[in-house]
């Protein structure tokens, strides 16, 4: 069975003056449950984070911070939202979600949270449309509660993910691997354990061949019982932030590669979403489709 995390909780309404496309998620769902990739047994709605468990990552003077509103205004424009309560509810869903995937994920092989992949979110900050650090929760999380004891980040998201980097820095049993636009944000990177930057332009063929030659080779050396992947589909050569030139076929046959190396390893793999904002948002939300109908036919043999 194929969980899917997602709660009403995760459309927010941003005012319009926002670059960032939230309507997004409801589409994404809408989709998959209008054309049979998922019925509403597919769907799970995640619980919330405690205190103790953002504790296991952020710093207590953030939290602090995030709960009593007192960000300043530069901290808080760093992060890119008018920070409201409603919206640090809602990256505790969030995040909580991502652990649960992860938990679905051991029992079924793979699961998908319709958000998540806040991978700018630092310990003591957060930037760039994230509050809250899903993944480095999560993992955290299951580390401290053995139900991981290596786990491997695949950051395919065409920003770099610092704050995953920051945060794990000092973690050896999580292995964190992004592959990036070198001329994109965050203009700062801060070094991952594997780094791939790529050139603008990068297109399909030359985006797979990196991917092919790094990917298996790290899951033979590091041997991961836990896989996060952002699927994020700012790839896109229709996307607007991203200065890559993926095909929606190209974005389908990235996901294709790393959910068939998850599959022939029998390595559990949770899915976030991440970035993606194409002009059209037809474009991202099939891309994103694609990521949960491939998922489908790899591990529970659905022909769609
Ligand atoms: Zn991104």
Redesign the pocket.
């Given at each position: 069975m194929l969980k899917v995390a997602y709660s009403p909780i995760y459309v927010y309404q941003v005012p319009e003056r926002h670059r960032f496309p939230m309507q997004k998620y409801p589409l994404i769902v809408q989709r998959l449950l209008a054309e049979g990739t998922l019925s509403s047994e597919n769907l799970f709605a995640p619980d919330k984070l405690t205190e103790a468990e953002i504790l296991t990552t952020h710093t207590p003077e953030y939290w602090h911070k995030l709960k009593t509103q007192t960000l300043s205004r530069k901290e808080a424009r760093a992060i890119g939202f008018e920070m409201t309560p409603q919206l640090v509810e809602r990256g505790r869903y969030i995040a909580h979600a991502t652990y649960e995937c992860a938990l679905y994920a051991k029992q079924y092989g793979i699961s998908f949270n319709v958000a998540g992949g806040t991978?700018h979110a630092f310990a003591d900050h957060g930037e760039?449309f994230c509050v809250f650090n899903d993944v480095c929760i999560a993992s955290n999380l299951l580390l401290a509660r053995g139900e991981a004891s290596k786990i491997l980040i695949v950051d395919l998201?065409?920003?770099q993910g610092n704050g995953n980097a920051s945060i794990m820095a000092n973690e050896p049993r999580v292995f964190v691997f992004s592959m990036h636009g070198e001329k994109n944000?965050p203009f700062r990177k801060v070094d991952s354990d594997l780094d791939i930057n790529l050139p603008n332009d990068t297109d399909d063929v030359a985006y797979l061949a990196q991917l092919q030659d790094s990917l298996p080779q790290l899951i033979a050396q590091h041997q991961p019982d836990m896989i996060f992947y952002q699927s994020?589909v700012?790839v896109l050569a229709t996307d607007k932030?991203?200065k890559l030139a993926l095909t929606r076929e190209g974005c389908r046959a990235r996901d294709e590669f790393v959910l068939q190396q998850a599959k022939r390893n029998q390595i559990p793999i949770a899915v976030v979403m991440?970035?993606?904002?194409s002009e059209d948002i037809e474009d991202v939300v099939e891309a994103h489709c694609n990521s949960y109908r491939l998922a489908q036919q790899l591990f529970f043999s659905r022909d769609l």
């Amino acid at each position: 069975m194929l969980k899917v995390a997602y709660s009403p909780i995760y459309v927010y309404q941003v005012p319009e003056r926002h670059r960032f496309p939230m309507q997004k998620y409801p589409l994404i769902v809408q989709r998959l449950l209008a054309e049979g990739t998922l019925s509403s047994e597919n769907l799970f709605a995640p619980d919330k984070l405690t205190e103790a468990e953002i504790l296991t990552t952020h710093t207590p003077e953030y939290w602090h911070k995030l709960k009593t509103q007192t960000l300043s205004r530069k901290e808080a424009r760093a992060i890119g939202f008018e920070m409201t309560p409603q919206l640090v509810e809602r990256g505790r869903y969030i995040a909580h979600a991502t652990y649960e995937c992860a938990l679905y994920a051991k029992q079924y092989g793979i699961s998908f949270n319709v958000a998540g992949g806040t991978h700018h979110a630092f310990a003591d900050h957060g930037e760039g449309f994230c509050v809250f650090n899903d993944v480095c929760i999560a993992s955290n999380l299951l580390l401290a509660r053995g139900e991981a004891s290596k786990i491997l980040i695949v950051d395919l998201d065409v920003h770099q993910g610092n704050g995953n980097a920051s945060i794990m820095a000092n973690e050896p049993r999580v292995f964190v691997f992004s592959m990036h636009g070198e001329k994109n944000y965050p203009f700062r990177k801060v070094d991952s354990d594997l780094d791939i930057n790529l050139p603008n332009d990068t297109d399909d063929v030359a985006y797979l061949a990196q991917l092919q030659d790094s990917l298996p080779q790290l899951i033979a050396q590091h041997q991961p019982d836990m896989i996060f992947y952002q699927s994020a589909v700012d790839v896109l050569a229709t996307d607007k932030l991203g200065k890559l030139a993926l095909t929606r076929e190209g974005c389908r046959a990235r996901d294709e590669f790393v959910l068939q190396q998850a599959k022939r390893n029998q390595i559990p793999i949770a899915v976030v979403m991440g970035g993606g904002y194409s002009e059209d948002i037809e474009d991202v939300v099939e891309a994103h489709c694609n990521s949960y109908r491939l998922a489908q036919q790899l591990f529970f043999s659905r022909d769609l």
